[in-house]
């Protein structure tokens, strides 16, 4: 479902899915905050992964507000949550959102 080179954004409240994410798929994920350990923002880093040709995703709680710019891609709940790498004892489900527009700096 991610294609190569995408970069995932995503939450500890879902379990731990960005190392396995990163370890086993073509794609890169970060934990909400991550990129401020390299003085940069989640805004940036996505901004310069989408100027060099890649896709940009959030995988977050089913619930997650939806914001202008998001296309929801999936959402999975129960055991397919496995399929993301997502604790099922965290959630009850979980949406894969891919960022289409961000806003201005």
């Known amino acids: 479902m ?8 995503t939450t500890p ?6 190392e396995n994410i990163t370890y086993y798929t073509h794609a ?3 934990y ?18 989408q100027a060099s040709g890649r896709r940009v995703f959030l995988l977050e709680p089913g619930d997650t507000p939806r914001l202008p710019g998001l ?7 129960g055991p397919q949550l496995y399929d993301w ?3 099922p004892s965290h959630t009850t ?8 527009t961000l806003p201005k700096p």
């Open 85 to 87: 790498f997502v604790d």
């Open 32 to 49: 909400d905050g991550e990129t401020a350990f390299l003085n940069s923002s989640n805004q940036e880093a996505a901004r310069r992964w």
């Open 2 to 9: 991610l294609p190569p080179g995408a970069l995932v954004f």
């Open 13 to 18: 409240a879902l379990g731990r899915p960005a």
């Open 28 to 30: 890169e994920a970060l």
């Open 71 to 77: 296309t929801e891609v999936a959402r999975r709940s």
């Open 93 to 100: 489900d979980a949406v894969l959102l891919e960022v289409e």
